[in-house]
């Protein structure tokens, strides 16, 4: 199991090798991972840098701009969500209790949006809740950025 787990590992590091490939593929793969779709992006980073050490902080940015990208994806199709529901129903779901804590919090709430599970709905329940737009996007940067950082170098860290 163990070499069959290498072999695997040597391949995506060959296939994420080059530099046009793998910050292309960071950055669709990050895109995509920040919307609802279940699907990880660090791995990617991790085996891309484990490849080209140099492409530490390339990949970082492009990676968080990638996520933030998707987060801002998210806020979107809350915000269009809520619209829908709001004209089909004719009341604000504004005005439930059930969101006050992230009404509460406001923006920085997606600070959070790096959480797994939780990160990507929180995105879309900002845009939901009509929070401002470049707030949670500068927010999600930030936490996302953080995350980024930390995964990889732990990441590297493990596998050397």
Same mark, same amino acid.
């Given at each position: 199991?163990?070499? @069959?787990?290498?072999?695997?590992?040597?391949?995506? #590091?060959?296939?994420?090798?080059?530099?046009?490939? =793998?910050?292309?593929?960071?950055?669709?793969?990050?895109?995509?991972? %920040?919307?609802?779709?279940?699907? &990880?992006?660090?791995?990617?980073?991790?085996?891309?840098?484990?490849?080209?050490? *140099?492409?530490?902080?390339?990949?970082?940015?492009?990676?968080?701009?990638?996520?933030?990208? &998707?987060? =801002?994806?998210? @806020?979107?199709?809350? !915000?269009?969500? *809520?619209? %829908? $529901? *709001?004209?089909?129903?004719?009341?604000?779901?504004?005005?439930?209790?059930?969101?006050? @804590?992230?009404?509460? !919090? =406001?923006?920085?709430? +997606?600070?959070?949006?790096?959480?797994?599970?939780?990160?990507?709905?929180?995105?879309?329940?900002?845009? @939901?809740?009509?929070?401002? !737009?470049?707030? +949670?996007?500068?927010?999600?940067?930030?936490?996302? !950025?953080?995350? $980024?950082?930390?995964?990889?170098?732990? &990441?590297?860290? #493990?596998?050397?």
């Amino acid at each position: 199991m163990e070499a @069959w787990l290498q072999q695997m590992i040597h391949l995506m #590091l060959e296939a994420l090798s080059l530099p046009q490939v =793998g910050l292309g593929a960071v950055f669709v793969v990050a895109l995509i991972s %920040a919307t609802l779709l279940p699907l &990880g992006s660090e791995p990617v980073v991790v085996l891309l840098v484990t490849a080209k050490p *140099e492409l530490f902080w390339p990949a970082i940015l492009v990676a968080t701009v990638g996520n933030t990208l &998707g987060g =801002g994806i998210s @806020w979107w199709m809350g !915000f269009g969500a *809520e619209r %829908a $529901y *709001e004209a089909a129903t004719h009341h604000t779901p504004r005005d439930q209790r059930v969101l006050g @804590w992230l009404r509460r !919090f =406001g923006a920085k709430a +997606c600070l959070l949006s790096w959480l797994p599970i939780v990160g990507d709905p929180l995105c879309a329940l900002a845009g @939901w809740l009509r929070l401002p !737009f470049w707030p +949670c996007l500068g927010y999600m940067a930030i936490g996302k !950025f953080a995350r $980024y950082v930390l995964m990889t170098a732990l &990441g590297v860290f #493990l596998i050397h």
